[in-house]
């Protein structure tokens, strides 16, 4: 199949528990706490060309602990933290819904509630990514889910945040790594097209 190259390939990339530390929310403090490995891993990627474009589930807002005001400061945050170090975000894409929250306007069910794409393929729609040729990156399955819904393929973040391992054919991802930086390299080392996905991760289970 010919390359889109009106399109551009992204790294779809979780919020928290991937880029920053998974903290509780205290009042209106807004906390942004960059992991280790994620600017130089953000950087390579960057660099190889991949628009970077954050997805974030925020049920928080539908379970009434912070606003959306809040959601856009944490979002301001990230971006300038990032800025700073000349990583730009491409996009932020967040669900502020939660089908059991306690806010009614957001307490439904949803398309853009990973592990459904919605968010992804808005994204894709709104900044031109060429979905076959990009990856999505998360600490959880629900986030592969959501990538593999979308034909992205997808890389796992081995940080233990993943606790239930409630696997099917959508769940698997392409690879799995120990950070940011791991997964950059796997990704702009990983062969061009999406075909390979099942071998590359047979291979994977064999090493």
């Known amino acids: 199949m010919p390359v889109n190259t009106d399109k551009r390939p992204a790294v779809f990339l ?5 880029l920053i530390e998974n903290v509780p929310v205290v009042g209106d403090t807004v906390t942004v706490h960059v992991l280790p490995g994620v600017v130089d891993g953000l950087r390579l990627l960057h660099q190889a060309g991949y628009l970077l474009v954050v997805v ?37 894409y967040y669900c502020p819904h939660h089908p059991e929250g306690i806010v009614p306007s957001y307490a439904v069910q949803c ?3 990973k592990p459904k794409p ?29 990538g593999r819904w979308a034909g992205c393929r997808t890389v ?3 940080h233990g945040n993943e606790t239930e391992w409630e696997m099917n054919e959508t769940r698997w991802p392409d690879y799995l790594a120990d950070g940011m930086v791991h ?7 990983a062969p061009s097209s999406a075909s390979s996905r099942l071998s590359t991760s047979q291979e994977a289970d064999d090493d």
Request: proline content about 1%; some cysteine.
């Open 14 to 18: 979780d919020k928290d528990g991937t």
């Open 56 to 92: 974030t589930n925020q049920g928080g807002v539908a379970q009434g602990l912070f606003t959306e005001e809040y959601v856009k400061h944490m979002e301001q945050g990230l971006r300038l933290a990032l800025s700073a170090r000349q990583i730009p975000l491409a996009g932020f």
């Open 111 to 113: 398309l853009c509630r």
């Open 118 to 146: 919605g968010l992804l393929l808005r994204a894709a729609s709104d900044l031109g990514i060429d979905l076959d040729r990009s990856w999505m990156i998360g600490d959880i399955l629900h986030d592969v889910e959501a």
């Open 156 to 158: 796992l973040l081995d």
């Open 183 to 189: 997964a950059a390299a796997l990704i702009v080392n």
